[in-house]
């Protein structure tokens, strides 16, 4: 059994956290403090080990937010640049602070920012989405002589969450932490990368979120959107895909890649102009605001949308409305349809968002209707949960 990494030191007041990364990794004796199965020293894994599987305890999936970010793992959220994944950062990270996720507590959150200042942007996004700044700590790399980078300053990281009872992480963006000798294009440099990530959640019953960029390839799958190697979405246990929605001129959230999750979840979202501070001593910064669930679909949003010429997009636009015109349609019957003929299910979610076609739920899923028509589910004749 591994020595328990745990300090009895209690967490000094304020939320800025200046610890050198050398120290902590050059000095023996911190490092045995936090030494445990997630160190990433080949001295720690001299070999391959195997477990009877009668040994292995199964246990149910723990979500902190249903279907979104599990437990006890790496959740990654990815969108292109200046999408506004960081004010979603902050809104998680004052959730978690706070206790405003139903069923969790309070939680205290280690922010790892390499692009922001946390003065002039960190700190006034966290304000303004309502963060308990005494349970914020932030990672401090202005005095360092090297930045903090990964998997080097594992061991300080995982010393980090001991010494101040870390429950939560974010890193923002990931990518920025990744050491330069490893290629962010290659599978098993990522890994490696990631990996060590995912073992610190399990051992130290952390969330992890990871902020990841798109690159400026369109395409509709989410996961050869990140930049570099696919590894970027296959190593987490959740990947959120961030997308812009100009039919609202919000975000649409989606959860891309989950083997875990129950269903695939989107949820709308607007990012707006806050201000912070007092009279004449105002701050401008942004914050998130959540919206309700949707069925549309971030994955959607980022198609190249190819195959969606001028006449086209005036084809389907028509079937579409001919086909709704007598009322609501079960959206799993009209995909069957479009099919027959000849239209994509992904045009066909293009011209539901061209035609401001609604859509509700009942106890049987999904249903569209058009704009101003009344909300009047269609008789069900199947299990429909796939909008």
């Known amino acids: 059994m591994s ?3 745990h300090s009895d030191e209690k967490a000094p007041t304020g939320n800025t956290l200046n610890v050198p990364v050398d120290a902590l990794t050059e000095n023996p004796d911190e490092r045995s403090i936090c030494m445990s ?7 720690a894994a001299p070999g391959i080990a195997c477990v009877p599987a009668t040994k292995i305890q199964p246990r149910q999936t723990r979500w902190i937010i249903d279907d979104w970010v599990p437990a006890n793992a790496l959740t990654l959220i990815a969108g292109s640049e200046g999408i506004g994944k960081s004010t979603i950062a902050a809104r998680f990270a004052a959730d978690l602070s706070t206790g405003r996720v139903p069923g969790a507590g309070a939680m205290r959150v280690l922010y790892v920012s390499t692009e922001d200042d946390p003065a002039s942007t960190t700190v006034p996004r966290l304000i303004a989405a309502g963060a308990d700044l005494g349970n914020v700590m932030l990672v401090d790399q202005s005095g360092f002589q090297r930045p903090m980078t990964l998997p080097r300053d594992m061991a300080a990281l995982e010393a980090l969450v001991d010494r101040f009872h870390i429950e939560a992480v974010i890193l ?3 990518g920025d932490l990744m050491a330069t000798e490893l290629n962010a294009n290659s599978a098993q440099d990522v890994r490696a990368f990631l990996t060590p990530l995912t073992r610190l959640a399990v051992a130290r019953n952390l969330i992890v979120l990871a902020i990841a960029h798109h690159g400026k390839v369109s395409t509709g799958d989410a996961a050869r959107a990140i930049l570099g190697s696919r590894a970027w979405s296959q190593v987490p246990r959740s990947v959120l895909t961030v997308a812009h929605d100009e039919s609202c001129g919000g975000l649409i959230v989606t959860n891309t890649k989950s083997n875990l999750a129950r269903r695939v979840v989107s949820r709308t ?8 501070g007092a009279p004449g001593l105002l701050i401008a910064t942004s914050k998130l605001e959540w919206g309700e669930e949707t069925d549309r679909d971030a994955r959607d949003l980022m198609d190249a949308d190819k195959d969606d010429t001028r006449a086209a997009r005036k084809g389907v636009d028509a079937w579409l409305r001919e086909a709704l015109t007598p009322g609501a349609v079960r959206s799993k019957t009209l995909f069957e349809d479009a099919k027959g003929a000849g239209w994509s299910q992904d045009q066909i979610k293009r011209a539901k968002i061209r035609l401001g076609i609604k859509a509700d739920r009942d106890g049987h899923g999904w249903y569209w209707h058009l704009p101003g028509a009344p909300s009047t589910p269609p008789t069900p004749d199947r299990k429909d949960t796939n909008a």
Request: proline letters at 10%; aromatic letters at 0%; charged letters at 25%.
């Open 269 to 276: 979202a607007t990012i707006e102009t806050a201000h912070i």
């Open 3 to 5: 020595k328990s990494c």
């Open 37 to 43: 199965e997630t160190t990433t020293t080949p001295e």
């Open 172 to 174: 923002d963006p990931v």
